[in-house]
T-cell receptor, first 115, second 115 residues
Framework: ETGVTQSPTHLIKTRGQQVTLRCSSQ?????VSWYQQALGQGPQFIFQ???????GRGNFPPRFSGLQFPNYSSELNVNALELDDSALYLC??????????????FGEGSRLTVL | QKEVEQDPGPLSVPEGAIVSLNCTYS??????FMWYRQYSRKGPELLMYTYSSGNKEDGRFTAQVDKSSKYISLFIRDSQPSDSATYLC???????????????FGKGTKLSVIP
């Protein structure tokens, strides 16, 4: 059973640029969530996708957008990057449905630095 | 006032000590309470999950939830150097189906267990 994998692990962008981060869900998981973790802070919920549709969104502007593909992999896109977007971006997959607890399985994250 | 408050520490204890980690929260709608452990440069991993008030024990770990006081705790008995990590409390108010948690995290407490 493969875990959640994210790419790239590190990247550096400049203000105003756009970035795409990728996530492969754990095998069998149909729900993916994205979180932003600034240095010294807890993760903050960005949005969640289920069946290729957004299923809840946190307090993030529209320049944060996402996609979920039929194979349950996902992308997070951020346009018009700002310095405050510098953070660790975490993808978490889970299985919706059945009797499981809905545990989120996190990847190791993509660390974005905006200069 | 933040929805979830957690003392960031750092907390340093000798091996074998009992560790107490705590969070307070303001949103009375929270019903699902979790503790995650995050090692350096890794994603969070679920340690304990509790629904509503009460205690739950798993090996050396005990989670307590007191909804009347809006206070949750994690106790670690016989702490080991391998327990050195950041501990994040997380909670959710909604559960529209397994895998649908949209978590609100605390800042995390950095714990060091000294041999």
């Amino acid at each position: 059973e493969t875990g959640v994998t994210q790419s790239p692990t590190h990247l550096i962008k400049t203000r105003g640029q756009q970035v795409t981060l990728r996530c492969s869900s754990q095998s069998g998981h149909n729900t993916v969530s994205w979180y932003q973790q600034a240095l010294g802070q807890g993760p903050q919920f960005i949005f969640q996708y289920y069946r290729e549709e957004e299923n809840g969104r946190g307090n993030f502007p529209p320049r944060f957008s996402g996609l979920q593909f039929p194979n349950y992999s996902s992308e997070l896109n951020v346009n018009a990057l700002e310095l405050d977007d510098s953070a660790l971006y975490l993808c978490a997959s889970s299985l919706r449905g059945g009797s499981n607890t809905g545990e989120l399985f996190f990847g190791e994250g993509s660390r974005l630095t905006v200069l | 006032q933040k929805e979830v408050e957690q003392d960031p520490g750092p907390l340093s204890v000798p091996e074998g000590a009992i560790v107490s980690l705590n969070c307070t929260y303001s949103n009375s709608a929270f019903q699902y309470f979790m503790w995650y452990r995050q090692y350096s440069r890794k994603g969070p991993e679920l340690l304990m999950y509790t629904y509503s008030s009460g205690n739950k024990e798993d090996g050396r770990f005990t989670a307590q939830v007191d909804k009347s006081s809006k206070y949750i705790s994690l106790f670690i008995r016989d702490s080991q150097p391998s327990d050195s990590a950041t501990y994040l409390c997380a909670m959710s108010s909604s559960y529209s189906g397994a895998g649908s948690y949209q978590l609100t995290f605390g800042k995390g407490t950095k714990l060091s267990v000294i041999p």
